[in-house]
């Protein structure tokens, strides 16, 4: 998006890692501001986007792919549920808070843009992963949703379920869930960031007018719906 012209607002709530994200962007030319939030915070999150439109004078789009895996290879039995709760606090609640501030601001404005990441473990549901398979099960109900209240105002909401891609969010998936999880894809290999970044772009761009409440698929033939 910075490639194509976007101004970006950062939220992250590591600030180290945030501060390089910010630096590599800035490198490249684009117009980068960075602020500490934890999208499961609802005061951190209504505080922020207010302060991006004080700072940009607009929100146009909103990308949320925030999001934590949780435990891997767990049966229910022996996942916690404190960590349940964890991980629906970080990818359920917190595209709920981020959608709910974005999109009062969007629909003031008449125009927006607003993608969640799903997953595909929301559609199929991973075994050993039922935190995660919940929350983004989650996510996929609030994009139908909400896409339906706001479908007149000029403000789409759409998602995106990917397969397996290779991120730092893997990083501690185990060999075995990851494994499983790749041997399901047609495709035979996990996703690049590349790829989910480029059909990012085209569903929050002003071209895709006409989509609104739809999961997108990026799952190297493994979607079969």
Do not use: W
Not at 46 to 69: C, H, P
Request: negative net charge; glycine residues 10%.
């Amino acid at each position: 998006m910075v490639a194509e012209g976007a101004s970006i607002a950062l939220f992250d709530r590591n600030p180290v890692l945030m501060e390089k994200t910010v630096q590599e962007l800035s490198a490249s030319g684009g117009s980068v501001r960075a602020y500490s939030v934890d999208i499961a915070q609802e005061a951190q999150v209504r505080q922020a986007i207010d302060q991006v439109v004080a700072d940009f004078g607009k929100l146009n789009v909103v990308v949320n792919s925030a999001g934590i895996v949780g435990p891997t290879s767990t049966n229910i039995t022996a996942y916690s549920t404190a960590d349940f709760e964890h991980v629906c606090a970080v990818n359920l609640l917190g595209s709920f808070l981020i959608t709910k501030y974005a999109v009062s601001v969007m629909a003031s404005q008449n125009y927006g843009r607003i993608l969640l990441m799903a997953s595909i473990a929301g559609k199929e549901g991973n075994p050993g992963m039922v935190g995660y398979s919940v929350s983004k099960a989650g996510v996929i109900g609030l994009v139908k949703a909400i896409a339906k209240e706001y479908a007149t105002t000029g403000v789409s909401i759409n998602g995106l379920a990917p397969a397996v891609i290779k991120t730092a969010m893997n990083d501690n998936t185990s060999p075995e869930q990851l494994a499983y999880m790749t041997a399901k894809i047609p495709m035979g290999r996990l996703g690049q960031v590349d790829e989910v970044a480029a059909m990012v772009c085209f569903i929050v761009s002003a071209e895709n007018s006409f989509s609104t409440g739809f999961i997108y698929d990026i799952s190297g033939g493994r979607a079969t719906y």
